[in-house]
């Protein structure tokens, strides 16, 4: 893993707000860049809350393809309602009965995709580099919805969203992310985004589940889940992703609960005012509880998904005010 890049803000005129022509990752990102999108994301809350007129025009006449190639449920449809919210037309590629089950390369998918002139297109999938690959490829933006063990950055920028609207800030913040750090993109994405943005972020992970020099990235690890809760004022869980594993990484989900598994003995130990998140979908009973999971009070896991969908939208948009003509943007 490598280090993020924490340059200060540049002052002045003439510095564009994100002037990259795909979202493939958090790493390259600036911390004003970061700040951009999440800034970006907040317009579009109170649309998403209003009872009625769920819709901003900006986006129709484009076509957005979501192309997974890795199941999902929560990020599928959070961006098709991102983009049907503004307008577009969305198409979901269904992988299973397409032809790559019929061992049609990834490179030749993607001049596929390409010929088809989509105006952008959101790739899962579960190889690490697959979504840069296709981006290489294509004439559109591409977004990533998480590529192997590599990078999520929408959950990661979701998930410093949601920070930012409980807390008030994220600079000086102690953050716990808790659980599968090897196997998580959704771990490697938020740390470089948490500590562009100054917060105080810890990683807490069985030996066994804890990347080798994961300190390089600007964290500090902790084995003991005990300590490395104490004092946090956000935890972040990870699910155990026992489809990534191909050894006995941990004994069985008990003894990992008994571990390593958010009780409320042991939120107790974090901050009194701490928030429970958690990226979904959860394995109850193995990383969280159920009691800590549905606090109304500590957790935020829905508001997360709320947020998902806001920053999504606020995605889409600014990859797309180039070939929109949106001025500034050329």
Not at 38 to 49: K, P, S, T, V
Request: charged residues 20%.
């Amino acid at each position: 893993m490598l280090e993020p890049q924490t340059r200060p803000i540049p002052h002045g005129h003439g510095v564009h707000p994100f002037p990259h022509r795909h979202l493939t990752g958090i790493f390259g990102l600036q911390p004003w860049e970061i700040t951009f999108l999440l800034d970006e994301a907040e317009q579009w809350i109170a649309l998403n809350r209003a009872s009625a007129a769920k819709h901003d025009n900006r986006l129709a006449g484009l076509t957005l393809i979501n192309a997974f190639f890795e199941n999902s449920t929560r990020t599928l449809l959070s961006f098709e309602i991102a983009g049907k919210r503004l307008g577009a037309d969305v198409v979901n590629m269904a992988v299973a009965q397409s032809s790559v089950s019929k061992g049609e390369t990834l490179i030749d998918t993607a001049v596929t995709l390409n010929a088809m002139r989509a105006d952008v297109i959101v790739i899962r999938h579960d190889a690490s580099g697959a979504v840069q690959l296709i981006a290489d490829k294509v004439d559109c933006p591409v977004l990533n919805a998480g590529d192997g063990r590599h990078e999520h950055p929408t959950q990661a920028l979701l998930d410093a969203l949601t920070i930012r609207r409980r807390k008030g800030q994220i600079a000086g913040l102690k953050i716990a992310i808790c659980g599968d750090v090897l196997h998580s993109r959704v771990a490697r994405s938020n740390i470089l985004a948490l500590t562009a943005l100054a917060a105080d972020v810890r990683v807490i992970a069985p030996p066994t589940l804890m990347p080798a020099a994961i300190e390089r990235m600007g964290v500090t690890p902790f084995t003991d889940f005990d300590a490395g809760l104490d004092g946090a004022d956000v935890v972040m869980m990870l699910r155990l992703q026992r489809e990534r594993m191909a050894g006995g990484f941990v004994p069985s989900p008990r003894e990992y609960h008994a571990l390593y598994g958010l009780t409320p003995e042991r939120l107790a130990r974090a901050a009194p005012d701490a928030i429970v998140m958690h990226p979904g979908p959860m394995n109850r009973g193995v990383e969280i509880d159920s009691v800590v999971a549905d606090d109304v009070k500590r957790s935020a896991i829905t508001e997360q998904v709320e947020m998902g969908v806001a920053v999504r939208m606020a995605c889409l948009d600014v990859l797309t005010r180039a070939q929109r003509g949106v001025e500034g943007w050329a």
